[in-house]
Protein backbone atom coordinates (compact mmCIF):
# COMPACT_ATOMS: atom_id res chain seq x y z
CA UNK A 1 0.00 0.00 0.00
CA UNK A 2 1.39 3.24 -0.61
CA UNK A 3 1.42 6.08 1.72
CA UNK A 4 2.60 9.77 1.74
CA UNK A 5 4.94 10.79 3.87
CA UNK A 6 5.07 13.90 6.50
CA UNK A 7 8.29 14.66 8.68
CA UNK A 8 8.15 17.73 11.35
CA UNK A 9 12.04 18.33 12.23
CA UNK A 10 10.58 21.22 14.21
CA UNK A 11 12.19 23.05 17.41
CA UNK A 12 10.19 21.94 20.14
CA UNK A 13 7.82 19.32 18.46
CA UNK A 14 9.14 16.36 15.83
CA UNK A 15 7.15 13.74 14.39
CA UNK A 16 6.06 11.85 11.55
CA UNK A 17 2.67 11.46 10.03
CA UNK A 18 1.55 8.46 7.05
CA UNK A 19 -1.32 8.71 5.11
CA UNK A 20 -2.16 5.54 2.72
CA UNK A 21 -3.57 6.53 -0.77
CA UNK A 22 -6.66 4.94 -0.50
CA UNK A 23 -8.36 6.20 1.98
CA UNK A 24 -6.89 9.80 3.95
CA UNK A 25 -9.07 9.13 6.99
CA UNK A 26 -6.87 6.04 8.10
CA UNK A 27 -3.90 8.52 8.41
CA UNK A 28 -1.51 7.55 12.05
CA UNK A 29 0.58 10.07 13.55
CA UNK A 30 3.34 9.61 15.74
CA UNK A 31 4.93 12.34 18.00
CA UNK A 32 8.96 12.19 18.86
CA UNK A 33 7.75 13.00 22.61
CA UNK A 34 6.21 9.79 22.81
CA UNK A 35 8.49 7.78 22.40
CA UNK A 36 11.32 9.78 23.79
CA UNK A 37 9.31 10.39 26.72
CA UNK A 38 10.86 13.99 25.98
CA UNK A 39 8.45 16.58 26.69
CA UNK A 40 7.94 19.54 23.28
CA UNK A 41 10.81 17.28 22.02
CA UNK A 42 12.41 18.51 18.65
CA UNK A 43 14.57 15.74 18.02
CA UNK A 44 15.05 14.83 14.70
CA UNK A 45 12.42 12.25 14.33
CA UNK A 46 14.06 8.65 14.48
CA UNK A 47 11.80 6.94 16.55
CA UNK A 48 8.75 8.28 14.81
CA UNK A 49 10.12 7.07 11.30
CA UNK A 50 10.92 3.57 13.25
CA UNK A 51 7.73 2.83 14.16
CA UNK A 52 6.74 3.24 10.57
CA UNK A 53 9.24 0.89 9.36
CA UNK A 54 8.77 -0.92 6.67
CA UNK A 55 6.49 1.60 4.63
CA UNK A 56 6.28 1.83 1.02
CA UNK A 57 6.44 5.30 0.64
CA UNK A 58 4.98 7.50 -2.24
CA UNK A 59 6.62 10.32 -1.19
CA UNK A 60 8.62 12.26 2.01
CA UNK A 61 7.69 15.66 2.43
CA UNK A 62 9.38 17.83 5.40
CA UNK A 63 9.46 20.87 7.00
CA UNK A 64 11.37 22.90 10.14
CA UNK A 65 10.91 26.37 11.47
CA UNK A 66 12.95 29.15 11.83
CA UNK A 67 16.19 27.39 10.36
CA UNK A 68 16.69 25.08 7.34
CA UNK A 69 16.13 21.32 7.55
CA UNK A 70 19.70 21.44 6.19
CA UNK A 71 21.18 23.40 8.86
CA UNK A 72 19.62 21.43 11.37
CA UNK A 73 21.07 18.28 10.04
CA UNK A 74 24.29 19.38 9.25
CA UNK A 75 24.57 21.09 12.97
CA UNK A 76 23.52 17.15 14.47
CA UNK A 77 26.50 15.89 12.10
CA UNK A 78 28.75 17.77 13.54
CA UNK A 79 28.26 16.88 17.26
CA UNK A 80 28.19 12.95 15.97
CA UNK A 81 28.34 10.46 13.12
CA UNK A 82 24.34 11.46 12.47
CA UNK A 83 25.01 10.90 8.81
CA UNK A 84 26.40 7.74 8.93
CA UNK A 85 24.21 6.58 12.09
CA UNK A 86 21.62 6.63 9.58
CA UNK A 87 22.56 5.25 6.83
CA UNK A 88 23.09 1.81 8.88
CA UNK A 89 19.53 2.14 10.21
CA UNK A 90 18.14 2.44 6.60
CA UNK A 91 16.79 5.92 6.97
CA UNK A 92 19.28 8.06 4.79
CA UNK A 93 15.79 8.48 2.64
CA UNK A 94 14.21 10.50 4.94
CA UNK A 95 17.38 13.15 5.42
CA UNK A 96 16.93 16.68 4.00
CA UNK A 97 18.61 15.95 0.61
CA UNK A 98 16.21 13.13 0.40
CA UNK A 99 13.02 15.45 0.86
CA UNK A 100 11.29 17.67 -0.35
CA UNK A 101 10.49 20.66 2.20
CA UNK A 102 7.53 22.46 2.71
CA UNK A 103 7.06 26.17 3.49
CA UNK A 104 6.19 25.79 7.41
CA UNK A 105 2.83 28.09 7.03
CA UNK A 106 1.60 26.19 4.04
CA UNK A 107 2.03 22.89 5.98
CA UNK A 108 0.05 24.77 8.83
CA UNK A 109 -2.55 25.67 6.75
CA UNK A 110 -2.54 21.76 4.83
CA UNK A 111 -2.74 20.28 8.20
CA UNK A 112 -5.80 22.62 9.39
CA UNK A 113 -7.65 21.50 6.10
CA UNK A 114 -7.51 18.01 5.97
CA UNK A 115 -10.68 17.55 8.34
CA UNK A 116 -12.20 20.43 8.23
CA UNK A 117 -15.86 20.73 8.93
CA UNK A 118 -16.23 23.63 6.02
CA UNK A 119 -16.07 23.23 2.11
CA UNK A 120 -15.09 27.31 2.43
CA UNK A 121 -13.10 29.40 4.86
CA UNK A 122 -10.21 31.86 6.03
CA UNK A 123 -7.78 29.88 7.33
CA UNK A 124 -5.44 32.17 9.56
CA UNK A 125 -1.76 30.64 10.87
CA UNK A 126 -0.40 32.17 13.15
CA UNK A 127 2.83 31.29 15.87
CA UNK A 128 6.31 32.60 16.76
CA UNK A 129 8.11 32.38 13.77
CA UNK A 130 8.07 30.14 10.62
CA UNK A 131 10.02 29.90 7.32
CA UNK A 132 12.49 32.62 6.34
CA UNK A 133 11.83 34.92 3.92
CA UNK A 134 13.16 38.02 1.90
CA UNK A 135 11.44 40.40 4.51
CA UNK A 136 11.97 38.11 7.35
CA UNK A 137 10.36 35.59 9.28
CA UNK A 138 6.85 34.19 8.93
CA UNK A 139 4.46 35.29 12.02
CA UNK A 140 1.01 35.57 10.37
CA UNK A 141 -0.56 34.40 7.20
CA UNK A 142 -3.68 34.60 5.99
CA UNK A 143 -5.33 31.80 3.29
CA UNK A 144 -8.66 31.45 1.47
CA UNK A 145 -9.63 27.95 1.80
CA UNK A 146 -12.14 26.03 -0.54
CA UNK A 147 -12.14 22.36 -2.05
CA UNK A 148 -8.07 22.02 -0.96
CA UNK A 149 -7.43 25.44 -3.17
CA UNK A 150 -5.61 28.03 -1.10
CA UNK A 151 -4.99 31.15 -1.61
CA UNK A 152 -2.48 33.54 0.24
CA UNK A 153 -4.42 36.66 1.71
CA UNK A 154 -1.75 38.15 3.79
CA UNK A 155 1.41 37.48 5.56
CA UNK A 156 3.42 39.38 8.30
CA UNK A 157 6.84 39.08 8.79
CA UNK A 158 9.38 39.87 12.03
CA UNK A 159 13.04 40.35 12.57
CA UNK A 160 14.93 38.78 15.54
CA UNK A 161 17.36 41.57 17.31
CA UNK A 162 20.34 40.66 18.86
CA UNK A 163 19.01 39.34 22.22
CA UNK A 164 16.21 36.96 19.97
CA UNK A 165 13.49 39.31 20.68
CA UNK A 166 10.93 40.41 17.71
CA UNK A 167 7.79 42.16 17.43
CA UNK A 168 5.73 38.60 16.62
CA UNK A 169 3.21 38.36 19.49
CA UNK A 170 3.85 34.57 18.90
CA UNK A 171 7.42 35.13 20.67
CA UNK A 172 6.51 37.67 22.85
CA UNK A 173 4.39 35.26 24.59
CA UNK A 174 7.17 32.85 24.62
CA UNK A 175 9.81 35.36 25.62
CA UNK A 176 7.38 35.88 28.77
CA UNK A 177 7.03 32.15 29.51
CA UNK A 178 10.81 32.44 29.48
CA UNK A 179 10.55 34.81 32.27
CA UNK A 180 7.54 33.45 34.55
CA UNK A 181 8.89 29.53 33.97
CA UNK A 182 12.24 29.38 32.75
CA UNK A 183 10.81 27.65 29.54
CA UNK A 184 9.67 28.62 25.92
CA UNK A 185 7.51 25.70 26.00
CA UNK A 186 5.13 26.94 28.75
CA UNK A 187 2.77 29.35 27.25
CA UNK A 188 -0.51 27.58 28.17
CA UNK A 189 0.93 28.40 32.18
CA UNK A 190 1.28 31.49 31.24
CA UNK A 191 -2.69 31.96 29.90
CA UNK A 192 -3.62 30.09 33.26
CA UNK A 193 -1.69 32.36 35.31
CA UNK A 194 -2.80 35.11 33.71
CA UNK A 195 -6.47 35.93 35.24
CA UNK A 196 -4.54 36.44 38.92
CA UNK A 197 -2.74 39.28 37.83
CA UNK A 198 -2.94 42.88 36.38
CA UNK A 199 -2.24 43.90 33.13
CA UNK A 200 0.46 46.54 32.55
CA UNK A 201 -1.16 47.57 29.89
CA UNK A 202 -1.06 47.79 25.68
CA UNK A 203 2.76 48.29 24.64
CA UNK A 204 4.05 49.80 21.87
CA UNK A 205 6.96 47.27 21.23
CA UNK A 206 7.39 43.84 22.49
CA UNK A 207 10.77 44.42 21.55
CA UNK A 208 11.14 47.83 23.98
CA UNK A 209 8.96 45.83 26.66
CA UNK A 210 11.21 43.00 27.01
CA UNK A 211 14.10 44.89 27.05
CA UNK A 212 12.92 46.69 29.68
CA UNK A 213 12.54 43.89 32.09
CA UNK A 214 14.32 43.13 35.34
CA UNK A 215 16.28 40.17 33.72
CA UNK A 216 17.65 38.81 37.15
CA UNK A 217 14.13 38.49 38.43
CA UNK A 218 13.32 35.91 35.97
CA UNK A 219 12.89 32.43 37.38
CA UNK A 220 15.66 30.63 37.18
CA UNK A 221 14.54 26.83 38.80
CA UNK A 222 13.10 24.06 37.70
CA UNK A 223 10.80 22.50 40.40
CA UNK A 224 7.14 23.40 41.21
CA UNK A 225 7.96 24.08 44.83
CA UNK A 226 11.04 26.32 43.69
CA UNK A 227 8.28 28.33 41.35
CA UNK A 228 5.89 28.86 44.13
CA UNK A 229 8.36 29.72 46.75
CA UNK A 230 9.48 32.70 44.06
CA UNK A 231 9.43 36.13 45.94
CA UNK A 232 8.32 37.41 42.03
CA UNK A 233 5.06 35.78 42.13
CA UNK A 234 3.16 39.10 41.62
CA UNK A 235 5.45 40.17 38.78
CA UNK A 236 5.41 36.81 37.47
CA UNK A 237 1.14 37.30 37.63
CA UNK A 238 0.97 41.02 36.04
CA UNK A 239 3.50 39.71 33.59
CA UNK A 240 1.28 36.96 32.33
CA UNK A 241 -1.62 39.13 32.75
CA UNK A 242 0.54 42.01 30.25
CA UNK A 243 0.81 38.68 28.00
CA UNK A 244 -2.58 37.54 27.32
CA UNK A 245 -4.04 41.33 26.81
CA UNK A 246 -1.58 42.13 23.86
CA UNK A 247 -2.47 39.00 22.76
CA UNK A 248 -5.68 39.63 22.95
CA UNK A 249 -5.60 43.33 21.85
CA UNK A 250 -3.29 42.30 18.63
CA UNK A 251 -5.80 39.41 17.27
CA UNK A 252 -8.76 40.72 17.96
CA UNK A 253 -7.99 44.23 16.21
CA UNK A 254 -6.51 41.91 13.13
CA UNK A 255 -9.86 39.66 12.71
CA UNK A 256 -12.30 42.34 13.28
CA UNK A 257 -10.58 44.34 10.25
CA UNK A 258 -10.88 40.96 8.52
CA UNK A 259 -14.47 39.95 9.40
CA UNK A 260 -15.25 43.36 8.06
CA UNK A 261 -13.29 42.12 4.64
CA UNK A 262 -14.89 38.79 4.69
CA UNK A 263 -18.04 39.08 6.25
CA UNK A 264 -19.85 35.99 7.30
CA UNK A 265 -16.90 33.57 6.77
CA UNK A 266 -15.97 30.76 8.32
CA UNK A 267 -12.54 31.14 10.62
CA UNK A 268 -10.21 28.10 11.09
CA UNK A 269 -7.47 28.89 13.60
CA UNK A 270 -4.11 27.22 13.29
CA UNK A 271 -0.33 27.58 14.52
CA UNK A 272 0.74 27.62 18.02
CA UNK A 273 -1.18 30.98 19.20
CA UNK A 274 -4.84 28.90 18.21
CA UNK A 275 -3.95 26.74 21.53
CA UNK A 276 -4.88 29.88 23.48
CA UNK A 277 -8.60 28.57 24.54
CA UNK A 278 -9.20 31.80 26.28
CA UNK A 279 -8.71 34.53 23.85
CA UNK A 280 -10.68 31.76 21.46
CA UNK A 281 -13.36 31.56 24.14
CA UNK A 282 -13.35 35.74 23.89
CA UNK A 283 -13.78 35.56 20.10
CA UNK A 284 -16.44 32.81 19.81
CA UNK A 285 -18.60 35.80 21.95
CA UNK A 286 -18.13 38.32 19.16
CA UNK A 287 -19.94 36.43 16.62
CA UNK A 288 -17.05 38.27 13.98
CA UNK A 289 -17.18 34.95 12.39
CA UNK A 290 -20.14 32.12 11.31
CA UNK A 291 -18.42 29.58 12.30
CA UNK A 292 -14.39 28.83 14.20
CA UNK A 293 -12.56 25.65 14.13
CA UNK A 294 -9.21 24.92 15.89
CA UNK A 295 -8.03 21.55 14.89
CA UNK A 296 -7.02 19.02 17.51
CA UNK A 297 -2.64 19.59 16.75
CA UNK A 298 -2.83 23.23 15.73
CA UNK A 299 0.96 23.88 16.79
CA UNK A 300 3.44 22.39 15.18
CA UNK A 301 2.42 18.67 16.52
CA UNK A 302 -0.01 18.90 13.38
CA UNK A 303 3.28 20.15 11.01
CA UNK A 304 4.22 16.49 9.85
CA UNK A 305 -0.03 15.98 9.33
CA UNK A 306 0.73 18.99 6.87
CA UNK A 307 3.68 17.99 5.11
CA UNK A 308 2.23 14.16 4.01
CA UNK A 309 -0.91 16.42 3.04
CA UNK A 310 0.54 18.38 0.26
CA UNK A 311 1.64 15.34 -1.49
CA UNK A 312 -1.90 13.52 -1.52
CA UNK A 313 -4.26 16.35 -1.24
CA UNK A 314 -4.60 16.90 -5.29
CA UNK A 315 -4.72 12.79 -5.70
CA UNK A 316 -8.11 12.39 -3.49
CA UNK A 317 -11.17 12.89 -3.01
CA UNK A 318 -11.88 14.86 -0.14
CA UNK A 319 -15.06 15.90 1.49
CA UNK A 320 -15.01 18.40 5.03
CA UNK A 321 -15.84 16.30 8.25
CA UNK A 322 -19.15 16.74 9.89
CA UNK A 323 -18.50 18.01 13.66
CA UNK A 324 -19.84 14.39 14.64
CA UNK A 325 -16.99 12.65 13.24
CA UNK A 326 -14.48 14.95 14.60
CA UNK A 327 -11.75 13.02 16.97
CA UNK A 328 -7.95 13.57 17.97
CA UNK A 329 -7.87 9.94 18.00
CA UNK A 330 -5.43 9.13 15.52
CA UNK A 331 -2.16 8.24 16.64
CA UNK A 332 -0.01 4.60 15.86
CA UNK A 333 -2.50 1.75 15.67
CA UNK A 334 -1.34 -0.30 18.81
CA UNK A 335 -3.34 -3.62 19.58
CA UNK A 336 -3.21 -5.58 22.55
CA UNK A 337 -4.11 -9.14 23.16
CA UNK A 338 -4.98 -10.71 26.40
CA UNK A 339 -2.00 -12.13 26.72
CA UNK A 340 0.14 -9.10 26.41
CA UNK A 341 -2.31 -7.38 29.10
CA UNK A 342 -2.26 -9.81 31.29
CA UNK A 343 1.77 -10.32 31.10
CA UNK A 344 2.49 -6.75 31.51
CA UNK A 345 -0.03 -5.66 34.74
CA UNK A 346 0.00 -9.69 35.80
CA UNK A 347 0.64 -8.84 39.45
CA UNK A 348 -3.06 -6.73 39.60
CA UNK A 349 -6.46 -7.70 39.32
CA UNK A 350 -7.54 -8.01 35.59
CA UNK A 351 -10.90 -8.34 34.81
CA UNK A 352 -13.51 -7.06 31.89
CA UNK A 353 -14.69 -3.88 32.67
CA UNK A 354 -18.37 -3.18 33.44
CA UNK A 355 -19.34 0.45 32.22
CA UNK A 356 -21.65 0.48 35.86
CA UNK A 357 -19.17 -0.76 37.96
CA UNK A 358 -16.93 1.99 36.12
CA UNK A 359 -19.36 4.22 36.91
CA UNK A 360 -19.56 3.70 40.47
CA UNK A 361 -16.17 3.73 41.10
CA UNK A 362 -16.28 7.41 39.88
CA UNK A 363 -19.37 8.39 41.73
CA UNK A 364 -17.40 7.05 45.16
CA UNK A 365 -14.78 9.37 44.43
CA UNK A 366 -12.28 7.21 42.82
CA UNK A 367 -9.52 8.68 40.46
CA UNK A 368 -9.78 6.26 37.32
CA UNK A 369 -6.87 6.08 34.69
CA UNK A 370 -8.27 5.73 31.21
CA UNK A 371 -6.36 4.20 28.16
CA UNK A 372 -8.51 3.47 24.95
CA UNK A 373 -7.39 2.89 21.62
CA UNK A 374 -5.21 4.89 19.81
CA UNK A 375 -3.75 8.08 21.27
CA UNK A 376 -4.93 12.01 20.48
CA UNK A 377 -2.43 13.61 18.25
CA UNK A 378 -2.39 16.91 20.13
CA UNK A 379 -1.60 18.65 23.43
CA UNK A 380 -5.02 17.19 24.69
CA UNK A 381 -5.97 14.24 25.87
CA UNK A 382 -9.40 13.85 25.10
CA UNK A 383 -10.87 10.69 26.51
CA UNK A 384 -8.72 7.67 24.84
CA UNK A 385 -5.47 8.75 27.44
CA UNK A 386 -6.88 10.89 30.33
CA UNK A 387 -7.10 10.97 34.33
CA UNK A 388 -10.95 10.82 35.26
CA UNK A 389 -12.74 12.06 38.10
CA UNK A 390 -16.19 13.05 39.19
CA UNK A 391 -15.53 17.00 39.28
CA UNK A 392 -16.02 17.13 43.35
CA UNK A 393 -15.29 20.14 45.39
CA UNK A 394 -11.70 19.10 46.69
CA UNK A 395 -10.62 17.17 43.65
CA UNK A 396 -8.26 20.01 42.03
CA UNK A 397 -6.37 19.98 45.23
CA UNK A 398 -6.38 16.16 45.46
CA UNK A 399 -4.75 15.63 42.10
CA UNK A 400 -2.11 18.21 42.36
CA UNK A 401 -0.54 17.16 45.55
CA UNK A 402 -1.17 13.06 45.05
CA UNK A 403 -1.20 12.77 41.48
CA UNK A 404 -0.58 15.29 38.91
CA UNK A 405 1.92 17.36 41.03
CA UNK A 406 0.81 20.65 38.83
CA UNK A 407 0.43 24.34 40.09
CA UNK A 408 -2.52 25.25 42.07
CA UNK A 409 -3.54 28.03 39.78
CA UNK A 410 -4.05 25.88 36.67
CA UNK A 411 -7.44 24.96 35.85
CA UNK A 412 -8.60 21.46 35.44
CA UNK A 413 -10.73 20.51 31.92
CA UNK A 414 -13.61 18.19 31.47
CA UNK A 415 -15.94 16.43 29.12
CA UNK A 416 -19.57 16.57 28.85
CA UNK A 417 -21.77 14.77 26.34
CA UNK A 418 -22.96 17.08 23.30
CA UNK A 419 -26.50 17.26 23.73
CA UNK A 420 -26.53 18.43 27.70
CA UNK A 421 -23.48 21.29 26.72
CA UNK A 422 -25.80 24.51 27.41
CA UNK A 423 -27.26 23.09 30.35
CA UNK A 424 -24.18 23.60 32.58
CA UNK A 425 -22.17 26.26 29.82
CA UNK A 426 -23.04 29.82 28.76
CA UNK A 427 -23.34 28.75 25.15
CA UNK A 428 -26.14 27.81 22.98
CA UNK A 429 -26.96 23.79 22.42
CA UNK A 430 -25.62 23.08 19.15
CA UNK A 431 -21.87 24.77 20.28
CA UNK A 432 -19.19 21.85 19.71
CA UNK A 433 -15.87 22.21 21.45
CA UNK A 434 -15.01 18.76 20.45
CA UNK A 435 -10.73 19.49 21.14
CA UNK A 436 -10.99 21.97 24.35
CA UNK A 437 -10.16 24.90 22.27
CA UNK A 438 -12.60 27.39 24.02
CA UNK A 439 -13.30 28.71 27.32
CA UNK A 440 -16.27 29.52 27.94
CA UNK A 441 -18.19 30.83 31.13
CA UNK A 442 -19.83 28.39 33.12
CA UNK A 443 -23.97 28.89 33.96
CA UNK A 444 -23.93 30.69 37.26
CA UNK A 445 -25.91 28.19 39.03
CA UNK A 446 -23.66 25.58 38.38
CA UNK A 447 -20.49 27.81 39.34
CA UNK A 448 -20.34 26.96 42.82
CA UNK A 449 -20.63 22.89 42.24
CA UNK A 450 -18.07 22.90 39.50
CA UNK A 451 -15.21 25.06 40.55
CA UNK A 452 -12.74 22.61 40.22
CA UNK A 453 -13.26 22.51 36.38
CA UNK A 454 -13.43 26.23 36.35
CA UNK A 455 -10.80 29.07 36.77
CA UNK A 456 -10.78 31.84 38.70
CA UNK A 457 -12.64 34.18 36.22
CA UNK A 458 -15.13 31.05 35.80
CA UNK A 459 -14.61 29.93 32.48
CA UNK A 460 -14.14 26.41 31.75
CA UNK A 461 -11.85 24.73 29.20
CA UNK A 462 -14.22 21.54 28.89
CA UNK A 463 -14.62 18.77 25.43
CA UNK A 464 -18.03 18.45 23.91
CA UNK A 465 -18.36 14.92 22.88
CA UNK A 466 -21.05 12.79 20.23
CA UNK A 467 -21.40 9.51 21.05
CA UNK A 468 -19.51 8.89 17.44
CA UNK A 469 -16.66 10.33 18.45
CA UNK A 470 -16.26 7.72 21.47
CA UNK A 471 -18.76 5.60 21.91
CA UNK A 472 -17.06 4.24 25.57
CA UNK A 473 -16.53 7.52 26.64
CA UNK A 474 -19.78 8.78 26.00
CA UNK A 475 -21.46 6.41 27.44
CA UNK A 476 -19.73 6.57 30.80
CA UNK A 477 -20.67 10.10 30.76
CA UNK A 478 -24.14 9.30 29.97
CA UNK A 479 -24.24 6.67 33.07
CA UNK A 480 -22.26 9.25 35.71
CA UNK A 481 -25.19 11.48 34.97
CA UNK A 482 -27.89 8.93 35.33
CA UNK A 483 -26.35 7.73 38.81
CA UNK A 484 -25.64 11.59 39.87
CA UNK A 485 -27.14 13.65 37.79
CA UNK A 486 -24.40 15.62 36.45
CA UNK A 487 -22.84 14.06 33.05
CA UNK A 488 -20.04 16.05 33.51
CA UNK A 489 -16.19 14.42 34.22
CA UNK A 490 -13.13 16.06 35.02
CA UNK A 491 -10.80 15.01 31.97
CA UNK A 492 -6.90 15.99 32.04
CA UNK A 493 -4.23 14.36 30.41
CA UNK A 494 -2.48 10.31 31.37
CA UNK A 495 0.55 12.09 32.89
CA UNK A 496 2.37 13.56 35.63
CA UNK A 497 3.50 17.26 34.68
CA UNK A 498 6.36 17.76 32.51
CA UNK A 499 5.96 14.01 31.09
CA UNK A 500 4.03 13.67 27.49
CA UNK A 501 0.43 12.05 27.38
CA UNK A 502 1.12 8.31 27.51
CA UNK A 503 1.62 6.05 24.61
CA UNK A 504 2.22 2.56 24.89
CA UNK A 505 1.28 -0.29 27.34
CA UNK A 506 4.56 0.27 28.79
CA UNK A 507 4.00 3.97 29.79
CA UNK A 508 0.83 2.58 31.12
CA UNK A 509 2.62 0.26 33.34
CA UNK A 510 5.16 2.74 34.45
CA UNK A 511 2.22 5.44 35.37
CA UNK A 512 -0.17 2.99 37.18
CA UNK A 513 3.32 1.83 39.46
CA UNK A 514 4.34 4.79 40.27
CA UNK A 515 1.04 6.83 40.51
CA UNK A 516 -1.86 6.60 43.75
CA UNK A 517 -4.38 6.09 40.85
CA UNK A 518 -5.61 2.72 41.96
CA UNK A 519 -7.92 1.65 38.70
CA UNK A 520 -6.90 1.53 34.79
CA UNK A 521 -9.46 1.15 31.74
CA UNK A 522 -6.72 -0.60 29.46
CA UNK A 523 -8.97 -1.02 26.55
CA UNK A 524 -11.55 -3.35 27.47
CA UNK A 525 -10.09 -4.11 30.51
CA UNK A 526 -10.43 -3.07 34.21
CA UNK A 527 -6.88 -3.19 35.87
CA UNK A 528 -6.98 -2.84 39.53
CA UNK A 529 -4.49 -2.46 42.22
CA UNK A 530 -5.21 -5.53 44.97
CA UNK A 531 -6.01 -3.90 48.31
Given at each position: ???????????????????????????????????????????WPEQALRAFMPIEVESAVQNRDVQTVKEFEDYLNSRFPF?????????EQFLDENCITLNHHLAHAYSASVFSPFEESLILVIDGAG?????????????????????????????????????????????????????????????????????????????????????????????????????????????????????????????????????????????????????????????????????????????????????????????????????????????????????????????????????????????????????????????????????????????????????????????????????????????????????????????????????????????????????????????????????????????????????????????????????????????????
Open positions: MRHALGIGKTIFNSGVCSIPFEDYHQLELVLSERLNRAKNSGAVDSLKAKGLSLHPEGYEFLTLYHFKNQNFHQLDKKFTRFNDKGYSESIGLFYEAISEFIFNSKTLAGKVMGLAPLGKSMGVVDSYVSFLESLDWSKRFNGKSKEEWENSPNLNLYQDLAATAQENFEHYLFSYLQDIAKQYPNSNLIMVGGCALNCTFNGKLWKTKFFKNIYVPPNPGDEGISLGCAWSSLKDKVEWRPLPKEKQTSSRGKKREYSFDEVKKVFGKYQISHYDLNSVADLLISQEVVAWFIGRSEIGPRALGHRSILALPIRGIKNYLNEKIKFRESFRPYGCTIPQDNVSDFFDVEKDFENPFMSFAIPIKNEYRHQLEDIGHVDHTSRFQTLHREQNPQYYDLLKKVGEKCGTPILLNTSLNVMGEPILETIEDALRFFENSKVNYLVFNEYLIEKKS
